[in-house]
């Protein structure tokens, strides 16, 4: 009986080539968003890095660049703050395709007073959730178009102890900084598992994926400057806590398996290996209460009636001529979206 190939064990130091695929990575001008660009970046792929900040974003592009000889990189303004940009952002990245979407970008407060954006929504949840569902809502075409296109969602291990309010999801009442962030960032997770429930419904080829980077410090960083900046001292001081946690390039990892490795699927989270906390990228258990699809299907809900959007992906559509059973493996056109 002949041997069946064994799948090598996935390497965060050598990635799989993807030259003409195009990835865009949301706050990919810092922290681990920079990282996730920096590592697609050597794969050839071309690398939208999704910002509100132009001139931080072009120095993240010209520090990819000076390490990653080659790259192919691009500046797209995004504000996901700000909902009715968002159309205009997604129409600025152009009628080609778009592989995967890594939905990184994030506000973390750590202090009161409660803060709102401009349409009067908590920043955090706006930010973190609101913005990244209604980003999806407009991005579906694009994605839907692109056979076996991702869309990465980056939760968070504060969100393991925490818990939805869904009668008050924009912390109106005893608000907390830290609580607020954590459940921002729950909704996320919550709503990437959503999405997949809904993808396969719709027999869409377009996958949703949860990531969360376990815990990445500044301190155990790589020097990026002029982005980061990362002292011997500093090195040298944080060194026990690596055998903990890790740096944000290594909190980067998961998010780039999720895009790039063939082997993964729709509705799975990946996670550091050691303790959920640090180490390569593995495939673990979803927490019990990311699989309450009662919850999620509320916060869905919500999230469409918050923003006005509601992220529809249709299966692909087969080429004229080809209906019917007789066409079953025949090939596929481009997606529409509902």
Same mark, same amino acid.
């Given at each position: 009986?002949?041997? +069946?190939p064994q799948t090598p064990p996935w390497d965060v130091h050598r990635l799989p080539r993807a030259e003409g695929k195009r990835f865009l990575v949301t706050g990919g001008n810092? &922290?681990?968003?920079?990282?996730?660009?920096? !590592?697609? $970046?050597?794969? &050839?792929?071309?690398? +939208?890095?999704?910002?509100?900040?132009?001139?931080?974003?072009?120095?993240?592009i010209a520090s990819i660049a000076s390490r990653v000889p080659g790259a192919e990189l691009r500046h797209l303004p995004l504000d996901l703050a700000d909902p009715t940009s968002l159309r205009a952002s997604v129409d600025a990245l152009g009628p080609d395709r778009? #592989?995967?979407? /890594?939905? =990184?970008?994030?506000?973390?407060? %750590?202090?009161?007073?409660?803060?709102?954006?401009?349409?009067?929504? @908590?920043?955090?949840?706006?930010? =973190?959730?609101?913005?990244?569902?209604?980003? *999806?809502?407009?991005? $579906?075409?694009?994605?839907?178009a692109t056979p076996g296109s991702r869309i990465v969602t980056?939760?968070?291990?504060?969100?393991?102890? @925490?818990?939805? #309010?869904? %009668?008050?999801? !924009?912390?109106?009442?005893d608000y907390r900084p830290k609580r607020a962030y954590a459940r921002s960032k729950l909704a996320q997770m919550l709503f990437?598992? @959503?999405? #997949?429930?809904?993808?396969?419904?719709?027999?869409? *080829?377009?996958?949703? /994926?949860?990531?969360?980077? &376990?815990?990445?410090? #500044?301190?155990? *960083?790589?020097?990026?400057?002029?982005?980061?900046?990362r002292t011997a001292r500093e090195r040298l001081g944080h060194l026990p806590l690596g055998? /903990? /946690?890790?740096?944000?390039?290594?909190g980067?990892?998961?998010?780039?398996?999720?895009?790039?490795?063939?082997s993964v699927h729709g509705g799975q989270m990946l996670s550091p290996r050691v303790f959920g906390l640090r180490g390569s990228p593995r495939t673990d258990p979803l927490w019990n209460h990311l699989t309450d699809t009662t919850v999620a299907a509320r916060l869905w809900a919500a999230s469409r009636d918050l923003t006005g959007n509601d992220p529809t992906f249709t299966a692909p559509a087969r080429p004229v001529g080809t209906e019917g059973p007789a066409a079953a493996g025949a090939g596929e056109t481009d997606a529409s979206t509902g």
């Open positions: 009986m002949p041997s +069946v810092a &922290g681990i968003g920079y990282f996730v660009a920096e !590592q697609l $970046a050597g794969t &050839g792929a071309t690398v +939208v890095l999704g910002s509100r900040d132009p001139a931080k974003a072009e120095a993240a778009l #592989d995967a979407v /890594v939905h =990184n970008a994030g506000v973390a407060l %750590d202090r009161p007073p409660r803060r709102a954006t401009a349409a009067g929504q @908590e920043l955090m949840f706006a930010t =973190n959730h609101l913005g990244h569902f209604a980003l *999806t809502h407009h991005l $579906a075409p694009l994605l839907a980056t939760g968070s291990f504060a969100a393991k102890s @925490e818990r939805l #309010d869904l %009668d008050d999801l !924009q912390s109106t009442h990437a598992l @959503e999405l #997949d429930r809904r993808l396969r419904a719709a027999g869409s *080829t377009t996958l949703s /994926v949860l990531v969360h980077p &376990g815990g990445a410090l #500044d301190s155990l *960083t790589p020097s990026r400057p002029p982005l980061h900046a055998l /903990v /946690v890790q740096g944000k390039d290594a980067a990892w998961p998010a780039v398996r999720a895009v790039l490795d063939p």
